[in-house]
């Protein structure tokens, strides 16, 4: 034979190639012929992708709303108080905020101070008894730097915080047994020292600030002049640029105490909240790890369900090897298949997870965050499984001998 002949001869046995198209269309056969096994397949695959877009999804739209309200809260807030110093408290300057204030960043500065008073509903009530409740002078320009509100009444003014008049903290408010001011009926009255204080307003709740919830703020000249106030701060409120912040913490130490800044203790009242967070991604992370687990078990149901598939479809193999169709054409349509079945189940899930997340996070009234990342690690996560599940249920496939297969029952 020449070698004409022999390249002919070559060309005439070459394999036929199948397009994507068509392997695609034989992959989908086993899909559309046995839904209901393709469902219960595709079900564990789902629910793994379902759950790692829940738990990525929600966590994060809790730090987002744990976010937004930090920064409306006040997530640039520092707060300063002396240490203690051999058994005694160290003292601030009488002028410690304003010291504060004079640091280039700083936008807002006040102060509190422990009056060292206890406070009665009644001049009957026992004066040892302080029910918990501080009594804290307070600065006029409070509010505005720890970003607080108030519920109702009013808050200290130049006009007002030099007579016996008293603001109570939300939680204080309520340990008194007031509820709200209400404007054209008198104010109501509380025993400081011994001496008479009008309610003039309560404030709404302060989640950074709890100990000024738990307090009964008194005018700065006031306390001076009823309370026998020494003028000498314990607390000092910051506010900063939140780029700055950093910055500030470290300098104002210093600021507020130059002869010895280590009795000056500074802190963040989000650090709290830091750790929080830091809690709740541990158990994003043990909730991953159960999200894998729904992955694998999905998995093996994929590898199960080709199996059993490839013994029920001997003779289409063996009709489709003897009409010319090779190893390679039965392993695409078998591997083809599996990966189809967890894609399938990807996608549900990942539809499944991100209404989950939506309405969760609607129920909470957080913003809604499903992290493209997660969705797409998830389809992807799933199609893996699908190619790891289907090698060998095809390579068995496509080692069936044709005459064994025709032969099969």
Do not use: C
Request: hydrophobic share 45%; charged share 15%.
């Amino acid at each position: 034979m020449t070698a004409t002949g022999t390249r002919a001869a070559r060309g005439g046995t070459r394999p036929i190639r199948l397009s994507p198209g068509d392997v695609l269309r034989l992959g989908l056969i086993g899909v559309r012929v046995r839904k209901m096994r393709a469902v219960l397949s595709a079900l564990g695959i789902s629910i793994g992708i379902a759950t790692m877009i829940m738990v990525t999804g929600i966590p994060s739209s809790s730090q987002q709303a744990l976010l937004r309200q930090l920064t409306a809260l006040g997530t640039n807030l520092l707060q300063a108080q002396p240490q203690q110093d051999g058994g005694t408290t160290a003292t601030l300057p009488r002028n410690a905020d304003v010291m504060a204030r004079r640091i280039g960043p700083v936008t807002h500065a006040s102060a509190v101070a422990n009056a060292h008073r206890s406070i009665q509903r009644t001049d009957r009530s026992d004066p040892d008894d302080s029910i918990g409740i501080s009594v804290l002078a307070a600065r006029d320009n409070l509010l505005s730097t720890v970003n607080g509100s108030v519920h109702s009444g009013r808050f200290f003014t130049t006009a007002t915080d030099r007579y016996p008049t008293v603001v109570l903290g939300y939680q204080a408010a309520s340990v008194l047994g007031f509820k709200k001011l209400v404007p054209g009926e008198p104010a109501p009255q509380v025993v400081i020292d011994h001496r008479w204080f009008t309610v003039i307003g309560i404030l709404d709740p302060m989640p950074l600030t709890r100990d000024l919830e738990q307090s009964a703020l008194v005018g700065w000249p006031a306390a001076t002049k009823y309370l026998h106030f020494d003028g000498h701060p314990t607390v000092i409120y910051v506010k900063a640029r939140d780029d700055a912040i950093d910055d500030v913490r470290g300098v104002l130490p210093a600021t507020l105490n130059p002869q010895v800044p280590d009795l000056v203790q500074v802190s963040r009242p989000s650090d709290a909240l830091a750790a929080k967070r830091a809690s709740e991604h541990s158990f994003s992370g043990l909730f991953l790890g159960l999200a894998g687990v729904a992955l694998l078990v999905g998995g093996i149901g994929v590898a199960n369900t080709m199996i059993i598939s490839v013994l029920e479809r001997r003779r289409e193999i063996g009709l489709r090897r003897a009409l010319g169709a090779n190893r390679g054409h039965i392993r695409g349509q078998f591997l083809t298949e599996a990966v189809v079945l967890s894609g399938l189940g990807g996608l549900a899930g990942a539809l499944i997870g991100a209404v989950a997340v939506a309405a969760y996070a609607t129920y909470q009234g957080w913003p809604i965050v499903i992290p493209p990342t997660s969705v797409a690690e998830g389809v992807a996560g799933a199609l893996l499984v699908g190619v790891v599940a289907g090698v060998y249920p095809s390579v068995r496939a496509a080692r069936l001998p044709p005459t064994e297969a025709l032969a099969a029952a």
